[in-house]
Every structure is written in structure tokens, then in C-alpha cells.
């Protein structure tokens, strides 16, 4: 598994936070079975940033906590590598980008009482399970399934609630 991490400014983030998003990646990988080498690429940036990033690829002029953008049509809980794009030099898998914004992360850690490192690790969690076909933009059964996983996953890092 390769993850890359690039800050938009040298200062943005914590001295950890590569780290910790780096180990939420590999828990979901783990949690859903997945054994080939996959690819993450990961963009740390600011409320301007994001706000740029989701106007321009999805319409949406607002901020937001973090974005994912899927390589490919997955369906949760059913990953089928041969359907996937490949790196032609490294044969990883590449899953696609996620965008966080740390700025407003650090804001709702703090917001909600569970800090930085849950947070940041809670957003790496759900951008990663929708990079792999995971959604909630239900309020039914597709909710409940990604919310599960979410809790499952932050539980085996053991930064739960």
C-alpha cells in the first residue's frame, strides 16, 4: 500500500498527521480484506483550498471537511482489483485522491470533544470507504452500512467513541 501525503503549505497540520492518515488507509484495506497493493494519494489543505477544489470538480462553492474522489465504480464490501485502474509502472491499484482540510478538522475536533487525532483519523476512515464504493447519501440502508463500517474500523484502531 502507498499513501501519499502532500500539504498544500509546509506548516498545515500536525507532525503526525501523515501518520495517522496513513494508518486509517491501511485499517480499511484490512477491514475489507484487501491484500493487493493499492494507492492513495492525499492533498492536506485549508478551507480556501477545499472550497477551490469542490467548486471546480463538483459544483459546489463551500468548504467542506474532506473529498474523495473514487478511481473507480466500486460496490462496499466487494472489491473486484481486476475492474480497477492500475499504476502501469508499479502495478499498485489506484484507489483515488481524498482532500482533507485540516484547519476545519482541527476546529471540529474540538467541536465535537474527541480532538485532532480522532478526527483526522475518523476523516481519512470515511474518505477511504468511499474511495472503495461506500456512500451515504441515503438516509436508509446505505447509511447505516458506511456509519457501521466507520465505527468498526475507528474501534480496530482503537480510537473509537
Known amino acids: 500500500m502507498s499513501v501519499t501525503v502532500t500539504r498544500e503549505r509546509a506548516n498545515l497540520g500536525h507532525s ?3 501518520g495517522l492518515v496513513k494508518k ?6 484490512l477491514a475489507e480484506g484487501i491484500t493487493e497493493p493499492c494507492r492513495v494519494d492525499v492533498l492536506l489543505t485549508d478551507d480556501k483550498g477545499i472550497r477551490e477544489i469542490n467548486s471546480e470538480h463538483r459544483g459546489v ?3 467542506t471537511d474532506v473529498l474523495s474522489f473514487p478511481m473507480n465504480e ?3 464490501g466487494r472489491f473486484e482489483a481486476e475492474s480497477c485502474e492500475k499504476d502501469y509502472d508499479t502495478g499498485e491499484i489506484i484507489l483515488g485522491d481524498m482532500v482533507i482540510d485540516i484547519p476545519r478538522c ?3 475536533g474540538e467541536e465535537y470533544g474527541h480532538g485532532y487525532k480522532r478526527e483526522v483519523s475518523y476523516l481519512a476512515v470515511h474518505s477511504t470507504l468511499h474511495l472503495l464504493g461506500y456512500d451515504h447519501m441515503d438516509e436508509g440502508p446505505e447509511k447505516a452500512q458506511m456509519r457501521s463500517r466507520e465505527d468498526e474500523i ?3 484502531l482503537k480510537i473509537g467513541r
Do not use: G, H, I, S
Request: glycine share 0%; no cysteine.
Open 16 to 18: 503526525e498527521t501523515a
Open 24 to 29: 486509517a488507509v491501511a485499517a480499511v484495506l
Open 61 to 63: 462553492d463551500a468548504a
Open 74 to 76: 466500486l460496490t462496499p
Open 106 to 108: 482541527e476546529k471540529q
Open 154 to 156: 475507528m474501534e480496530r
